[in-house]
């Protein structure tokens, strides 16, 4: 297996063949994961003093913190694989894509 780095802002490389998910921080289960993720040991913050906009979920259990929006990743994610595989809408507020 190769390790697949990607560019998550401020310097920062994750390799993208751990991650599981890439989401948004505002949901109250993902700030109870976060705050588990504190309290195990396993939350690495990747924002350099920055807002939280993307929490990343790795195949060990680790939470990753990030400064970037979760489409930008998953962006950075498709370009680094030459536009092929990931793919994603945005949808608007009203739930309209």
């Known amino acids: 297996m190769s390790i697949e780095p990607v560019h ?5 490389i994750l390799a993208m063949n751990r991650v599981i998910a890439i ?11 976060i705050q ?13 003093g920055r807002r939280t906009k993307a929490v990343i979920i ?3 259990g680790h ?7 979760p489409e ?3 962006g950075r994610l498709q370009g ?3 536009g092929s595989g990931l793919r994603f809408e945005q949808s608007d507020e009203k739930g309209e894509s």
């Open 8 to 12: 998550i802002g401020f310097g920062n």
């Open 23 to 33: 989401v948004s921080p505002n949901s109250a289960p993902i700030k109870r994961a």
């Open 58 to 60: 790795t195949d060990s």
């Open 80 to 82: 680094s694989r030459g």
């Open 36 to 48: 588990e993720g504190r309290n195990k040991g396993l939350l690495i913050d990747m924002t350099n």
């Open 72 to 74: 930008t990743i998953a």
């Open 63 to 69: 939470i990753i913190l990030g400064a970037l929006a």
